[in-house]
C-alpha cells in the first residue's frame, strides 16, 4: 500500500510574461509545483508528470484540501513504478487551474479578480508555461515526461513543439485531438457552470456569495459518467436501491448510482473552481496536434523522432478509445519515432489510469526505467 510523500512545496513566477497561442499576453504567472525524490548534481534524472483536467500537483502526497491520497500514489514513490528513490518527479499545477498556479481566480493587475477576464488558453499555453518553469530551474533536459488524459496532451504537445527536451514521453489514455463527442460532453457541462444563478458572468469570488456549485456539481455529473464504463456501473450499483427498500416515486436519490454521482458532484465543488473548470475544459476542446501542425499528425512529430515514446489506452476507455491511440502511433511511425503501444485490458474506464491496473504499473516501470 503506497503512503503519502514527503514533498516540496514550492511556487516559481515567471521571469517573464507568458506568450499565449491567442495573441495575448499573461503577465506575472506564478506556477505552483511539488517536488519529490532528489534531483541529481548533472540534473539528468528529472520526471515531469502533468496532471489531468481536474488533477493538480499532488501527485503522491496528501491533498491539502481533501485530506484524500495524492492522484498517484500508487505510481510515484520509492520502489514504485516512478521511482522516487531514483527519480526527482516535478508536477505543476497548471495555469488556468486552481491550486496555486495562476487561474481566473487570481487577481489581475487592476487588483480584481480575473474570472471571465482570463485569456483563454491551449493546452501548448500550458506547456509552454511550464517550460519557462524549467529553464527557471536550470533543467535543459527531461527523462521522460509522463501523462494521463489531458496530462498526455501535455505530454505530446511538449513532444512536438519542444522536441529534444525529453528523452521518453508516456501518454496514457489520451488523445492528439479532442473529439465532437468529447467536446460535446464539455459544453454541457460548461452550459451547467454558465446556467447556474450563482455564476453571475464569473463574478462570484469575494463578497460572500457562493459560487456556481449546483452547475459545477452537474458538469462533474456528466463528466464523471463519462470517465466510467457502463459494465464498471452495473457492477457497482447496477440497479440497486439506495437506503431504501422499494422505490419512492419521486425525484430523490433512488438509485445508488445516482447518489454516488451526487455525492461525487458536491464534493467536487469543494475542491475545484468553476472558471477554471470552464477554461480548462476549453483549453482541451481546441486541443488538435495535427492543425497545429498545418492537418498532419506525423509533422507535429517531425523534430521528435529522437524521442522514445510510449501510449498505453484502455479497452473500456470510449472517452479516448484505443482508435485515438493508434493514430497518434501512425503518425510517430510515420516520422520513424521508436514508440511502443499497448493497449490494457482494465475495468474502470477512462479512469483506469488512476486506479489498481497491475499491468499498467509494469508498463510505466518498464518503459520510465
Ligand atoms: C490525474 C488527475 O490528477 S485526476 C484527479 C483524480 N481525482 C479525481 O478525479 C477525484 C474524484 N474522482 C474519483 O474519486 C474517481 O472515481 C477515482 C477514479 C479517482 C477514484 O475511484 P475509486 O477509488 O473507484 O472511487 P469511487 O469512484 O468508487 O468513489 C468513491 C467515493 O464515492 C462514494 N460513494 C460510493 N458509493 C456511493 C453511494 N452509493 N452514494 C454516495 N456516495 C458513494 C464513496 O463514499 C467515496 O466517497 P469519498 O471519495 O468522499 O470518500
Ligand atoms: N478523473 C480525471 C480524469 C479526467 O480526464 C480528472 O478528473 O481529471
Avoid at 509545483?33 to 489531468?52: C, K, P, Q, S, W
Avoid at 522514445?308 to 510517430?332: G, K, M, Q
Avoid at 520513424?336 to 499491468?359: K, R
Wanted: with cysteine; aromatic share 10%; hydrophobic share 45%.
Amino acid at each position: 500500500m503506497a503512503t503519502a510523500l514527503a514533498s516540496q512545496l514550492n511556487t516559481l513566477d515567471l521571469a517573464s510574461p507568458l506568450p499565449l497561442d491567442s495573441g495575448k499576453v499573461l503577465p506575472n504567472v506564478r506556477l505552483a509545483y511539488e517536488t519529490y525524490g532528489e534531483m541529481a548534481a548533472d540534473r539528468g534524472n528529472v520526471i515531469l508528470i502533468f496532471h489531468a483536467l481536474t488533477g493538480d500537483q499532488f501527485v503522491a502526497a496528501t491533498h491539502p484540501i481533501t485530506g484524500k491520497p495524492g492522484w498517484w500514489e500508487r505510481m510515484v514513490g520509492p520502489g514504485l513504478p516512478i521511482d522516487t528513490s531514483r527519480y526527482h518527479v516535478i508536477c505543476a499545477n497548471i495555469i488556468g487551474g486552481c491550486m496555486g498556479s495562476t487561474g481566473p481566480a487570481d487577481l489581475a493587475e487592476d487588483g480584481a479578480p480575473y474570472a471571465m477576464r482570463f485569456p483563454v488558453i491551449t493546452i501548448r499555453d500550458m506547456v509552454r508555461a511550464q517550460v519557462a518553469m524549467l529553464d527557471q530551474l536550470g533543467i535543459d533536459r527531461l527523462h521522460a515526461v509522463v501523462g494521463g488524459s489531458m496530462g498526455g496532451m501535455l505530454a505530446l504537445s511538449f513532444a512536438a513543439n519542444w522536441p529534444g527536451r525529453a528523452d521518453r514521453v508516456l501518454a496514457i489514455a489520451t488523445t492528439a485531438r479532442h473529439s465532437a463527442q468529447n467536446i460535446a460532453f464539455h459544453e454541457v457541462g460548461r452550459q451547467a457552470i454558465m446556467a447556474d444563478p450563482d455564476w453571475r458572468g464569473g463574478d462570484y469570488y469575494g463578497g460572500g456569495g457562493k459560487g456556481p456549485e449546483k452547475g459545477l456539481s452537474v458538469a462533474r455529473m456528466a463528466a464523471h459518467i463519462t470517465y466510467l464504463s457502463e459494465a464498471g456501473l452495473t457492477e457497482k450499483f447496477g440497479r440497486r436501491l439506495q437506503d431504501r427498500d422499494a422505490k419512492s416515486f419521486g425525484f430523490d436519490a433512488d438509485f445508488q448510482v445516482e447518489s454516488y454521482l451526487r455525492h461525487q458532484g458536491i464534493a467536487f465543488t469543494n475542491r475545484f473552481d468553476a472558471n477554471s473548470y470552464l477554461y480548462i475544459t476549453r483549453a482541451m476542446d481546441y486541443f488538435d496536434l495535427a492543425e497545429e501542425a498545418g492537418g498532419r499528425l506525423a509533422d507535429a512529430f517531425a523534430g521528435a523522432s529522437a524521442t522514445r515514446f510510449c501510449v498505453i489506452s484502455f479497452d473500456t476507455d470510449w472517452l479516448y478509445p484505443t482508435a485515438e491511440s493508434r493514430n497518434i502511433v501512425h503518425a510517430l511511425n510515420a516520422v520513424a519515432a521508436p514508440v511502443s503501444f499497448v493497449e490494457l485490458s482494465a475495468p474502470f474506464g477512462h479512469d483506469s489510469f488512476l486506479l489498481d491496473v497491475p499491468a499498467l504499473d509494469r508498463v510505466v516501470k518498464g518503459f520510465v526505467g
